[in-house]
């Protein structure tokens, strides 16, 4: 609920500025493309050189495009199979990038491979959600449950970042990326459960519309 009252206002906030755009002839494409590079900069140019907070305001700065080029593409009609693809691609760059930026740091000058380990934990795990529901699409069912959504992970974990980068004890982020570590498997487990079901409902189907076909045909 509070993801979906979020991104309704900014989506509001930011119309203005997808107009804009759209009136200088900028494609939707072309800002998720921005959007992603921007991030990717932000989180590994900054975090793996400890300048966390800055880093996370270059970050933050970008993560917005995600909702700019949503709103442009309904603006002007080019909403398409093609732009969610591109989109949930390259959101899958920028979550790498902001967990790799991390795990870049602890490993080297931030020196805490307990650190190190939950952000290498928290990207593995938020590819495996994604992959978890997106497979669960390709096979034609659905996945679409979970207490770790992308946006809930992604700005946690900046707002974490960004408070130990003000001088903030690092057990603030440590506690948040556990915390995101344990949801993602949850979250993983529970699409497993949700296609399981659909895959055996599927089979009693099968069998049930063989055994009618039997019948019939005796």
Partial sequence: MLNRFARALFT?????????????G?????????GTV?????ALAFFPRGELFWGVMVVTAFVFSDLIDGTMARMSGRSSVWGAYLDSTLDRIGDGAVFGGLVLYYAGQGDDQVMATLALACLVLGYLVSYARARAEGLGMQANVGIAERSERLVATLV??????????????MGVLAVLAVASVITVFQRILMVRRQALARI???REALATGASGDA
């Fill in 204 to 206: 009693a189907a099968d």
């Fill in 26 to 34: 900028v494609s939707p494409d072309v800002v998720t493309l921005v």
């Fill in 38 to 42: 921007g991030v990717c900069v932000g």
């Fill in 12 to 24: 509001r906030i930011f119309t203005p500025v997808a107009r804009l755009l759209l009136s200088w």
């Fill in 160 to 173: 974490a970042t960004g408070f130990v980068g003000l001088g903030v004890s690092h057990y603030l982020l």
